[in-house]
């Protein structure tokens, strides 16, 4: 790793970086218990382990002052009426915050926080997203191409994925008559009932 | 200043912002001493007080943990054979990085720390460039449309201004048969000098 200002080209449409240090693929499997019709999971799981998202990361030390960066692409897709996303997660160190930067697509972004707030924003290209300190975030494709988006967040946020595969989000985002619907999650659990 | 999630529209081109907490406009006088070719500057000066670049900037808590991001715009120019540029700082708490996204335009991104090391990199469209903890920077328009970028930095970082108004950057870039020259900056101070 190298400590001089260093450069990485995005090459749009298709999103081949000049330079990544790592690159996660994450399939049905990788989700289990998450979508909300287990029925439909299962019978798409023996069909196939579909990869539903990348990311692909830009290391640097995990520290305060640093930046971790990259790209994240879901790619479109649905388990039952559920659309493809991401695994969602709060960051270990509460207090951090996390942009994105949309480039192509059209989605979701889901978050709630551990006081029982929630709010869901719409991604689309060229728009800028603030997740403030303390909120769990988790993307989701609503559309029929890729959505990718560029992200950054605080080298010492860390990520905290366990309390979301435990207890999920308070809400999900399902199709209903063709378009995007925000819904009760009824699979939710309450901190408390764990 | 919520603490909800937020989104802000970019509309290309013309760079508009759906939304902006802060509108920062720079022109020649704010770069009294900054360029090369000082004679230049002046006639340039009592011509018309140009606007060099322009920062929009969204609020957040300027402590560790938040992201500061914005826009800023390096419109193309010269004073002399010197490009349009920005003043370039180092942050205050010197450990922290930053994140440049360019979204239009060409461009130089002059880079010191304090202990002597030099870096330029390229600007250009869908490129990241990352700027580690400890490295001043500065943007310069080498082309010949807007130079428009997304940047953020940690909350806490803070902007030291000062040291390069008094000392300036170890290199300029200036316009030699038309084509963009990196050179020894001959009215550079030594911190020692000062």
Not at 109 to 124: F, N, Q, S
Request: glycine share 8%; charged share 25%.
């Amino acid at each position: 790793m190298t400590n001089k200002p260093f450069s990485i080209d995005l090459t749009m449409p298709g999103v081949l970086l000049s330079h990544h240090d790592n690159h996660i693929r994450r399939t049905l499997t990788s989700m289990k218990g998450q979508f909300f019709d287990q029925a439909a999971y299962q019978v798409m799981l023996e069909r196939e382990d579909s990869l539903l998202y990348e990311v692909y990361e830009i290391h640097r030390p995990e520290i305060s002052g640093e930046l971790l960066s990259g790209f994240s692409i879901v790619h479109p897709g649905k388990v039952g009426s559920e659309y493809f996303m991401t695994k969602g997660h709060f960051h270990s160190v509460l207090e951090t915050a996390e942009i994105y930067y949309t480039l192509q697509g059209r989605g979701s972004m889901v978050m709630e926080t551990p006081e029982g707030d929630w709010a869901v924003e719409e991604l689309c290209k060229d728009r800028i997203l603030y997740v403030p300190p303390r909120w769990a975030h988790r993307s989701i494709n609503t559309g029929s191409e890729d959505l990718v988006m560029f992200f950054v967040y605080p080298g010492n946020a860390g990520h905290d994925y366990g309390t979301i595969e435990r207890q999920g989000f308070r809400k999900l985002v399902v199709e209903t008559d063709g378009q995007p619907q925000i819904i009760d999650n009824p699979r939710w659990t309450a901190p408390g009932d764990r």
